[in-house]
């Protein structure tokens, strides 16, 4: 083995020693693998552990430990187990904390009281963000046996009495929206294992989707949480930047400021998105870093309880979404003007400048220091990689009288978006009659086939213009249903390729989710709003 082999193997050695601390041990699983892993866990975890896991979000099992009707040892020990079973079907994990996990889940249990909101709670971690006494190397093969940085979010969560089990994997370079890099593979799809479970936070996606997991946290700066929510079937949260704490996560060019990054959680329930912020806020963490809007967490009473204005983004101009996505959004634009919502078409404002504006502004040095570890180590660059750096004519290297001038044209977009949407209002001077929130595909389609995901402006848009938005389940492929129009003409090359890579029988068992946009800021209302429109689908 090369050298960046051997290093790269120690890490997996120590998963898999990590691993074997499974008890009872999992019994060999199906070699080849089914194609979708959902029916695993029936077959694998005990009757209790499959229920325990199966059939509640974080919000039900929260109120069975209060009321001490399971304790927190069982309830880890379940999804320890789970997540193990996940690790061996789609290879989603860098760490199982067997022993530390139910060390503090029986501290837990044997406290007279709850300590926080969190009380003996399994919540899974991104290993790209870093954990208090653990190593962490981002994906990078040059930083494995580093240490972790300090995690305000990581520390909120643990004080109000979660039980950290497990970590899970990430990208090279964690700007792909496809999950593989060279110390532990590709992490595949608990849906269908051809197909990806997207990035960054693509470990936390495919083990919250097997349901290894109710709670995991992630982070986003061009799709990492929303995507993987996506293509997982499962919820998703990008707060607006500086609502939340970001300190802990590893990475290249900090201080980097041109595109910022945000924490965000991946659930199996829109009130877990919802639990999650209220968590963090309500400790005021502005008090220790100055940086953070002083917000509490408010939910928008007045959003929940009226008839909503609501747009939808059918295409952004510039690539056309499968059918499924298209789909996905006439199922919700049909439940919403039932239940007496007016539903309008959304005019995308020249997207296409929106993605050479965020693609240069994510690496303003051309790409320098998310090499710089890549070639310390020898490691190979993945195409992914390459795609996002070398391919994308707007990423070079700026002084910064150039990098400002971006920045420029950055908020002056920015301003023009905030316009168009200004337009949509029946009163422009009051802004009465506006567009409450905007519905769009999460991807160009479903979770993409391997290597394909080269297409991220349907998540990175919004990263370019800090709005917050919330990912929701909506349906499943249907082969027969999910086609295109005969005599489609693609609109340009990217929508070429995106046309050419679908076939529905490609991405059979797929989940296909969508988006909720809301305007900068406005966390809480696009919150309410996913909640009027799934009540508008029927659901509670």
């Given at each position: 083995m090369a050298p960046w082999e051997e290093k790269a193997k120690t890490a997996r050695d120590y998963r898999d020693q990590t691993l074997s601390k499974v008890d009872p041990p999992l019994k060999p699983l199906p070699d080849p693998l089914p194609l979708s892993s959902q029916g695993l866990a029936k077959e694998y975890l005990t009757e209790r552990e499959y229920e325990l896991t199966q059939n509640y979000d974080a919000i039900e099992l929260l109120e069975l430990l209060r009321t001490k009707k399971l304790t927190s040892e069982e309830l880890t020990r379940a999804f320890l187990r789970r997540a193990a079973l996940a690790q061996y079907a789609v290879n989603c994990v860098t760490e199982l904390m067997w022993d530390e996990a139910i060390e503090r889940a029986k501290y837990l249990d044997s406290l007279a009281e709850p300590i926080g909101p969190l009380h003996g709670l399994p919540i899974s971690v991104k290993e790209h963000h870093g954990m208090n006494g653990k190593t962490n190397h981002a994906s990078y093969v040059a930083w494995i046996g580093q240490g972790s940085d300090p995690n305000p979010i990581n520390d909120i969560l643990y004080d109000a009495g979660c039980v950290y089990y497990v970590r899970t994997t990430g990208p090279q370079t964690l700007m792909h929206l496809e999950c593989n890099n060279n110390v532990y593979g590709r992490t595949v799809n608990p849906w269908n294992r051809d197909l990806t479970s997207g990035g960054s936070s693509g470990g936390e996606g495919a083990l919250v989707g097997f349901r290894g997991s109710v709670w995991g946290l992630g982070g986003d700066i061009g799709g990492s949480v929303r995507a993987p929510a996506s293509n997982c079937g499962i919820y998703g949260f990008k707060p607006t930047t500086k609502r939340i704490p970001l300190k802990g996560m590893k990475h290249v060019m900090d201080g980097?400021?041109?595109?910022?990054?945000?924490?965000?959680p991946l659930t199996q329930s829109r009130e877990t998105l919802n639990l999650f912020m209220k968590t963090i806020l309500d400790t005021k963490p502005w008090r220790t870093d100055p940086s953070l809007t002083v917000k509490p967490w408010t939910p928008d009473t007045e959003t929940v309880n009226k008839k909503l204005k609501i747009a939808i983004e059918w295409d952004d101009g510039v690539v056309r979404p499968h059918p499924p996505a298209t789909r996905a959004m006439q199922i919700v634009a049909d439940a919403c003007k039932a239940a007496g919502h007016e539903v309008v078409d959304w005019v995308p404002y020249d997207h296409a400048k929106g993605w050479d504006l965020v693609s240069a502004l994510y690496f303003p040095d051309g790409g320098e220091a998310a090499y710089e570890p890549l070639n310390a180590s020898g490691e190979p660059v993945l195409p992914l990689t390459k795609f996002i750096i070398d391919e994308q004519p707007h990423v070079k290297k700026r002084d910064m009288h150039e990098l400002w001038k971006l920045c420029s044209e950055r908020d002056a977009y920015r301003e023009a978006y905030a316009a168009q949407w200004s337009k949509t209002a029946t009163d422009p001077k009051t802004g009465?009659?506006?567009?409450?929130?905007?519905?769009?595909?999460?991807?160009?389609?479903?979770?993409?086939?391997?290597?394909?995901?080269?297409?991220?402006?349907?998540?990175?848009?919004?990263?370019l213009l800090d709005?917050?938005?919330a990912v929701f389940p909506v349906t499943f492929v249907d082969t027969e249903k999910d086609v295109y129009e005969p005599g489609y003409k693609p609109m340009n090359d990217q929508d070429k390729y995106n046309y050419d890579i679908y076939a529905p029988e490609k991405f059979v068992g797929a989940p296909v989710n969508l988006t909720v946009i809301g305007r900068r800021?406005?966390?809480?209302?696009v919150m309410a709003a996913l909640e009027v429109i799934e009540k508008a689908m029927g659901r509670k």
């Open positions: 980097k400021e041109s595109i910022l990054a945000t924490f965000g009465e009659g506006e567009v409450d929130v905007i519905i769009c595909p999460t991807t160009p389609g479903c979770a993409p086939l391997h290597e394909t995901a080269r297409y991220w402006p349907y998540t990175s848009h919004w990263n709005y917050p938005g800021g406005m966390d809480e209302k």
